[in-house]
């Protein structure tokens, strides 16, 4: 079970990807921030510039001066009273104007008198838009100014340049930057703490050599409870037996010993008929023929005798065969016909078929894909490590160049692996 790996643990490969989500997480924040505050800025730029030029177009100072008809009067009268509002509301200008946009007011006293830059609407209305004028690029609102009769005296524009915007946004960055300080802060944190349970728990194994330990106590756990069941199985009859012997029933305790021999051997003379089979496997499939009598269970074991060496190691093998047959027979015992069947065939091109059976209530389609994820179980989770079992076989199976499926009808998992020479160097 020898992997190819780049040295680093499991612990350090969880740190670095959390702290790698951190970071990206803190960056796409960042640019989210900046993009809220950049669209927030301007739309209190266009609140501010219509409230502004509504206030003012409404003003009886700015609607008798229009009416005068007098620009220069006008312009004196208003002028003060536009710089005033420019400071008080954060404004870079207020252009008061004639009906024909002939500017009556403005920041630069040179431009009084001048055309008013940007679009004026063709009939009395308020229009906002962006557009670079006298003093560059600006958001801007202009508001025509009507009198009491509804007639036209002229146009309030208010304004508020994009120079003035970007430099609202520099100033809220340090926000925008400390708060995704922060949340880099606390993901490395959380990256830390991750390392430090993993660590606790995988030492300073790297991911290849940590699948292989779970394979390994796996394997070890699936062939001890079958092991554990044959043992159990003979203790009982032959405990049965000497008593028998016993009480002078010697015919009935010959009758045991040799039914237990009888049915073994069906099983033994398939897994020996292999000529290139693993010991391990072989054990395997005795212990859980144990295993089903001991849970009522009709156990079905078909081993072709063509069956080529397994790509996979000793453990591996255990591993995959032992978690597909506990998951049949904790499927089987579900149903009122309780039966297990296992199958092992050659392929074609000299790979393994392996199929596991059972007459369980099935699988919903829609999980298929779902019972091979690492934790989830339709069972409660136990001291066993429900939800590793599916996960790992795919793994295994994977890594080895093999695939795994599932169909119903019976609920069938099929395991199919290529030739021991063609098995994939797993990385």
């Known amino acids: 079970m020898a992997h190819l790996s780049d040295g680093r643990s499991t612990a350090s490969r969880v ?25 927030a800025i301007r739309a209190e730029a266009e609140r501010v510039t219509a409230a502004t030029a509504v206030s003012l ?32 509301a ?17 920041p630069d006293a040179e431009q009084i008198g001048g055309r008013y830059l940007g679009t004026i609407p063709a009939s009395p209305q308020t229009l906002t838009e962006e557009f670079t004028g006298t003093l560059g690029p600006s958001v801007r ?16 524009a ?21 708060i995704t300080l922060g949340l880099v802060a606390l993901g490395t944190g ?19 050599q940590l699948r292989d330990a779970v394979s390994s106590y ?38 045991i010993l040799t039914e237990t021999s009888r049915q073994s051997q069906s099983l033994v003379d398939q897994v020996t008929a292999r000529s290139q089979g693993d010991p391990a496997v072989g054990a395997l499939l005795l212990g859980k023929a144990s295993q089903a009598k001991e849970r009522g269970i009709d156990w079905r074991v078909h081993i072709d005798p063509a069956t080529p060496r397994s790509p996979l190691s000793t453990v591996d093998s255990v591993s ?29 091109d000299g790979g393994i078929d392996l199929e596991v059976s059972d007459s369980g209530p099935g699988i919903p389609h829609d999980r298929r894909e779902q019972i091979f994820q690492r934790g989830y179980s339709t069972k409660p989770a136990d001291a066993e490590g429900r939800g590793i079992g599916l996960a790992l076989v795919r793994s295994v199976v994977t890594d080895a160049g093999g695939t795994v499926t599932v169909t119903e009808d019976p609920t069938t998992f099929r395991v199919v692996l290529p030739a021991a020479g063609s098995r994939r160097r797993r990385a």
């Not at 032992?322 to 074609?348: C, F, K, Q, Y």
Request: charged letters at 25%.
């Open 15 to 39: 740190f670095v990807v959390l702290l790698g989500a951190a970071v990206v997480i803190g960056v796409l924040v960042a640019v989210f921030l900046v993009v809220e505050a950049q669209r």
């Open 57 to 88: 177009a409404a003003s009886p100072d700015v609607v008798s001066a229009l009416s005068a008809g007098d620009e220069d009067k006008a312009t004196r009268r208003l002028e003060p009273y536009a710089l005033a509002v420019i400071d008080e």
């Open 90 to 106: 954060g404004l870079d200008f207020i252009t008061v104007m004639t009906v024909d946009g002939i500017r009556v007011t403005h």
């Open 141 to 156: 609102t202009i508001v025509p100014v009507e009198d009491a009769g509804g007639t036209l005296r002229g146009w309030v």
């Open 158 to 178: 208010a304004g508020v340049t994009t120079e003035s915007i970007s430099e609202t946004l520099v100033r809220r960055l340090p926000l925008s930057l400390g």
């Open 190 to 208: 959380g990256a830390v703490l991750a390392r430090w349970f993993t660590r606790r728990i995988a030492g300073d194994l790297p991911p290849g």
């Open 218 to 255: 796996e394997s070890i756990r699936t062939l001890g409870e079958a092991l554990r069941a044959q043992t159990h199985e003979h203790g009982n009859r032959m405990h049965t037996a000497v008593a028998l012997l016993e009480l002078g029933r010697r015919d009935e305790a010959i009758e």
């Open 320 to 348: 995959v065969l032992g978690n597909l047959i506990d998951n049949a027979m904790d499927a089987a015992a579900e149903s009122d016909d309780r039966w297990v069947a296992v199958s092992l065939r050659p392929t074609a």
